[in-house]
């Protein structure tokens, strides 16, 4: 072989590692797939998958190193059903982080002011036996967000006449290489009972939309009744199986409730 | 004939009364608990068994089993196995709820099967020092923590039944312990008996115990909430 094309071959080479290189970086943050990212790679790719789903991160840093825990503040958005989905999706990326070679084993929270710094204050862990890790990741849907919207908006109202659907969308995920959606539905409800079972509703109707391949991730409902109150603030993560609920007095959603006659 | 007319109108005024009544009054998810509680300490402990079989669950709106300890205050953080109706099997989760899920709104998450037939270990525990933090154990593993409460408060080991009394249970709860001020986990007191609601009884003693559908006959009663 002659110089000329040994240099050439080099060249080749190296060109088409710096592309697979840069295929990684852009894919998955600051990490390649299967390789174990820093610490520092972790953080800052949670902060970037954060800011695109559009929440405001104040700081991000490592918690303790091994096993790894991240601490985030967040940003207060002033209602509390937001700041609630804020802080999930912050615990929700940091779980889902395995999927691209970063495993993170918890995650600090805190929504703080300068009244309190402790505000929303929690802590999240995970473990590879959890839901999220019993599910492959979506792939790309055959069906469009729009088409599978009004089969599902059909389906609710036929499974539930008395609730009034007056939004239904599917949002696709703004992070590149996710093909997950939101599902967000406003409602509206004549009574707190009608209420209080449409979200078992919502959740059977999410998996089976997922068997076609709709990809339904989370789902964000809000049902109104007649004097136009919110009576009922629901989210869901399928993949996290993770329930966040605001409920208005006397609208039960079966959830437990530790009993108040033992306070003796 | 004008009084004959005039009770017409009244008792067509009083069927639309109890008609608007019915209408308006909404279905309420009933709860019946078997329970063994302590109040003023700072953790519980149970060893909490799924049953070889799937219990019968009646298909109706919202019907569960769950199966916990818990932190019993206003706000409270709790962990055990949940069977709904609409599910194939037991799930393991954690609860949380500040002031009783007004402001904030209640954290519910089932991170991975409970399979039937076996045992695991829910811990809910004050984390000494921190002024109100407790955590969510499942197994050994932690799970959530929240700034919740001081403590000591009162503790409970559970099973408890949402919606319908047709749901059957059957839990066992072994070495129920509590946790006290000198960060020492004890049994509960086994000479205390366990509380059931009809038609739900426990046997056995408060540190270890078994709780099943019964009958509602000769049952000590709980006042229920």
């Given at each position: 072989?002659?110089?000329?094309?040994?240099?050439?071959?080099?060249?080749?080479?190296?060109?088409?590692?710096?592309g697979?290189?840069?295929?990684?970086?852009?894919?998955?943050?600051?990490?390649?797939?299967?390789?174990?990212?820093?610490?520092?790679?972790?953080?800052?790719?949670?902060?970037?998958?954060?800011?695109?789903?559009?929440?405001?991160?104040?700081?991000?840093?490592?918690?303790?190193?091994?096993?790894?825990?991240?601490?985030?503040?967040?940003?207060?958005?002033?209602?509390?059903?937001?700041?609630?989905?804020?802080?999930?999706?912050?615990?929700?990326?940091?779980?889902?982080?395995?999927?691209?070679?970063?495993?993170?084993?918890?995650?600090?929270?805190?929504?703080?002011?300068?009244?309190?710094?402790?505000?929303?204050?929690?802590?999240?862990f995970?473990?590879k036996?959890?839901?999220?890790h019993?599910?492959?990741?979506?792939?790309?849907?055959?069906?469009?967000?729009?088409?599978?919207?009004?089969?599902?908006?059909?389906?609710?109202?036929?499974?539930?006449?008395?609730?009034?659907?007056?939004?239904?969308?599917?949002?696709?995920?703004?992070?590149?290489?996710?093909?997950?959606?939101?599902?967000?539905?406003?409602?509206?409800?004549?009574n707190?009972?009608?209420?209080?079972?449409?979200?078992?509703?919502?959740?059977?109707?999410?998996?089976?939309?997922?068997?076609?391949?709709?990809?339904?991730?989370?789902?964000?409902?809000?049902?109104?009744?007649?004097?136009?109150?919110?009576?009922?603030?629901?989210?869901?993560?399928?993949?996290?199986?993770t329930?966040?609920?605001?409920?208005?007095?006397?609208?039960?959603?079966?959830?437990?409730?530790?009993?108040?006659?033992?306070?003796? | 004939?004008?009084?004959?007319?005039?009770?017409?109108?009244?008792?067509?005024?009083?069927?639309?009364?109890?008609?608007?009544?019915?209408?308006?009054?909404?279905?309420?998810?009933?709860?019946?608990?078997?329970?063994?509680?302590?109040?003023?300490?700072?953790?519980?402990?149970?060893?909490?068994?799924?049953?070889?079989?799937?219990?019968?669950?009646?298909?109706?709106?919202?019907?569960?089993?769950?199966?916990?300890?818990?932190?019993?205050?206003?706000?409270?953080?709790?962990?055990?196995?949940?069977?709904?109706?609409?599910?194939s099997?037991?799930?393991?989760y954690?609860?949380?709820?500040?002031t009783?899920?007004?402001?904030?709104?209640?954290?519910?998450?089932?991170?991975?099967?409970?399979?039937?037939?076996?045992?695991?270990?829910?811990?809910v525990?004050y984390t000494?020092?921190?002024?109100?933090?407790?955590?969510?154990?499942?197994?050994?593993?932690?799970?959530?923590?929240?700034?919740?409460?001081?403590?000591?408060?009162?503790?409970?080991?559970?099973?408890?039944?949402?919606?319908?009394?047709?749901?059957?249970?059957?839990?066992?709860?072994?070495?129920?312990?509590?946790?006290?001020?000198?960060?020492?986990?004890?049994?509960?007191?086994?000479?205390?008996?366990?509380?059931?609601?009809?038609?739900?009884?426990?046997?056995?003693?408060s540190?270890?115990?078994?709780?099943?559908?019964?009958?509602?006959?000769?049952?000590?009663?709980?006042?229920?909430?």
């Amino acid at each position: 072989m002659s110089i000329v094309k040994k240099h050439l071959f080099t060249a080749l080479r190296i060109t088409a590692l710096t592309g697979i290189c840069l295929l990684g970086l852009t894919m998955f943050g600051n990490a390649a797939p299967g390789s174990p990212a820093t610490p520092n790679q972790a953080v800052s790719q949670l902060v970037n998958t954060l800011k695109a789903q559009g929440v405001e991160v104040k700081t991000a840093e490592i918690q303790k190193i091994s096993p790894l825990i991240i601490a985030v503040a967040l940003s207060d958005t002033h209602d509390s059903m937001t700041n609630a989905v804020n802080i999930h999706l912050a615990r929700r990326e940091a779980a889902m982080a395995y999927r691209s070679g970063v495993e993170v084993s918890g995650i600090e929270f805190s929504i703080p002011d300068a009244a309190n710094p402790q505000k929303w204050w929690g802590q999240s862990f995970f473990d590879k036996n959890d839901s999220e890790h019993q599910r492959q990741p979506f792939g790309i849907s055959a069906l469009s967000a729009e088409e599978a919207a009004q089969r599902l908006h059909d389906v609710l109202r036929k499974q539930s006449p008395s609730i009034t659907i007056g939004q239904i969308t599917l949002e696709e995920s703004p992070l590149a290489g996710r093909y997950e959606r939101t599902l967000k539905i406003t409602a509206f409800a004549p009574n707190v009972g009608d209420a209080a079972v449409y979200p078992s509703l919502i959740r059977q109707e999410i998996v089976s939309a997922n068997k076609g391949g709709v990809n339904i991730a989370m789902a964000k409902v809000k049902i109104i009744n007649p004097k136009g109150e919110i009576i009922l603030d629901y989210f869901w993560d399928e993949e996290m199986r993770t329930e966040l609920s605001l409920a208005a007095p006397g609208l039960d959603l079966g959830r437990p409730n530790p009993p108040t006659s033992i306070k003796q | 004939m004008k009084n004959y007319k005039l009770s017409i109108k009244a008792v067509i005024s009083l069927l639309s009364v109890v008609l608007g009544l019915l209408i308006t009054i909404q279905p309420t998810f009933a709860n019946w608990y078997v329970l063994s509680a302590i109040i003023s300490q700072y953790g519980v402990w149970a060893n909490i068994s799924t049953p070889t079989t799937r219990p019968y669950m009646e298909l109706v709106d919202n019907s569960y089993q769950y199966n916990h300890v818990t932190l019993n205050s206003d706000s409270w953080i709790q962990t055990g196995w949940a069977l709904g109706a609409t599910y194939s099997e037991p799930y393991s989760y954690v609860e949380v709820c500040i002031t009783h899920c007004t402001g904030d709104p209640r954290f519910y998450r089932e991170y991975t099967t409970h399979i039937l037939g076996t045992k695991r270990d829910y811990i809910v525990e004050y984390t000494p020092n921190t002024g109100n933090i407790w955590c969510a154990y499942i197994d050994g593993a932690q799970k959530e923590c929240r700034a919740i409460t001081s403590a000591p408060e009162s503790v409970s080991a559970a099973s408890e039944v949402v919606a319908t009394s047709q749901n059957t249970i059957y839990t066992i709860f072994q070495d129920v312990r509590f946790k006290n001020s000198s960060n020492v986990w004890q049994l509960f007191d086994s000479s205390w008996p366990v509380k059931g609601e009809c038609p739900y009884v426990g046997r056995g003693n408060s540190a270890n115990f078994y709780s099943l559908r019964g009958s509602c006959a000769y049952m000590p009663m709980m006042v229920h909430p």
